[in-house]
Nanobody
Framework: VQLQASGGGLVQAGGSLRLSCAAS????????MGWFRQAPGKEREFVAT????????YYADSVKGRFTISRDNAKNTVYLQMNNLKPEDTAVYYCAAREFTTAQAMAEYAYWGQGTQVTVSS
């Protein structure tokens, strides 16, 4: 599975961005998808995950109520809508895939995209 993340950029605090992650898998619908992020000098951390059907979603406490993960299996794409962005959201955002069930641990994901930079100015 190859993953290509896009949609990052520079935005002011309080603004919004939508990240996309396009997957090459023929059977994209069998993969649970996740978003992670890594800020400068920090470890990569979990942001959100969505099940293969879209029926189950989990979020990190730090983004709950501001970020929404969704997917379109017909387009082989997962999205991360980010609203009310804060400077502490500044990071490289990565999408990842694993078969079937959701997970919050990085080690559970077999496939990773290249990352897209999100910078939030104060």
């Amino acid at each position: 599975v190859q993953l290509q993340a896009s949609g990052g950029g520079l935005v002011q605090a309080g603004g919004s961005l939508r990240l996309s992650c396009a997957a090459s898998a023929r059977t994209f619908s069998k993969y649970a998808m996740g978003w992670f992020r890594q800020a400068p000098g920090k470890e990569r951390e979990f942001v959100a995950t969505i099940s293969w059907s879209g029926g189950t979603r989990y979020y990190a406490d730090s983004v709950k109520g501001r970020f929404t993960i969704s997917r379109d299996n017909a387009k082989n794409t997962v999205y991360l809508q980010m609203n009310n962005l804060k400077p502490e959201d500044t990071a490289v955002y990565y999408c990842a895939a694993r078969e079937f069930t959701t997970a919050q641990a990085m080690a559970e994901y077999a496939y990773w995209g290249q990352g897209t930079q999100v910078t939030v100015s104060s």
